[in-house]
């Protein structure tokens, strides 16, 4: 099986260069992102970031489709992923035929998947059949009811170790860690060869990875791992506020307006 350069190159950085990554769900956004990241995952906290629903178990795979489709449009030099929504790879059959309508449709570099504990044998069809996977472990939303850190307890650490070996062993190509230990988290860093990625998981990871909305002050979801950079809605809120003045006013359109 032929590794494309972009996931060969993402490998090599481990422990060389800490990886930039994040969410885009529109072409715009790419666009910019391309510029600094070396990872951009379309994410499935599309669901609730963008469309406001309750969590990410309600986004359909086409959904996300078309908006993979949008973000692709605007990356050259980043490493696209795609992040698998919930019960699309419930088992090797299924995980292939939709890996395969994804990478067809949005030409995606890979998938991610979230470990629920038993589907590395997935992860390992999905690589033999030269479809690269990136893996997910910790806080699994779409597997894990209840928010909560991981890896605080002796028996958490072993199972996410264990996991982290066992979805490195399968074939992936990195690991996301959520809301894991910063001293589970270095653990694992240090016995996988593939980069880790860490969200609320310590700067003890290969690389770091948030929803763009939350970093931009844009989603109004603001956990203790998210560091707002910018509060877009503010400023948002400020330049609707001007238009409605003008138009109030009779100020917008003017001549340099108007044809």
Do not use: W
Not at 3 to 11: F, N, T
Not at 56 to 67: C, F, P, Q, V, Y
Not at 130 to 136: E, K, L, N, R, T
Request: aromatic content about 8%; some cysteine; proline content about 3%.
């Amino acid at each position: 099986m032929k590794v494309s350069k972009k996931i060969l190159k993402i490998k090599k950085l481990k422990s060389k260069k800490k990886l930039v990554c994040l969410t885009a769900y529109s072409k715009p956004i790419s666009k910019i992102l391309d510029r600094y990241c070396d990872i951009i995952l379309v994410g499935d906290s599309v669901a609730t970031a963008f469309y406001g629903m309750k969590n990410t178990k309600s986004i359909s795979l086409d959904t996300m489709i078309n908006h993979a489709m949008a973000v692709k449009k605007a990356i050259h030099e980043s490493t696209f992923v795609f992040d698998m929504p919930f019960n699309t790879y419930r088992n090797i059959k299924e995980a292939k035929k939709n890996a395969k309508k994804i990478l067809k449709r949005t030409h995606c570099d890979a998938v991610k998947l979230e470990s629920n504990g038993k589907n590395f044998v997935v992860i390992k069809n999905l690589v033999k059949s030269g479809i690269p996977v990136m893996g997910h472990i910790g806080y699994t939303p779409q597997y894990k009811k209840t928010f909560k850190p991981q890896g605080l307890k002796k028996n958490e650490a072993r199972k996410l170790i264990y996991e982290a070996e066992q979805i490195e062993k399968a074939g992936a190509f990195s690991i996301v860690l959520e809301c894991i230990s910063p001293k589970v988290a270095k653990k694992i860093t240090e016995k996988i060869k593939i980069p880790t990625i860490g969200i609320g998981s310590s700067n003890l990871c290969d690389g770091q990875i948030l929803v763009t909305d939350d970093l931009i002050g844009l989603s109004g979801f603001y956990p203790k791992f998210v560091k707002k950079y910018l509060d877009l809605e503010k400023i948002i809120e400020k330049t609707i506020k001007r238009f409605k003045e003008d138009v109030r006013k009779g100020k917008f359109p003017n001549k340099t307006n108007t044809y």
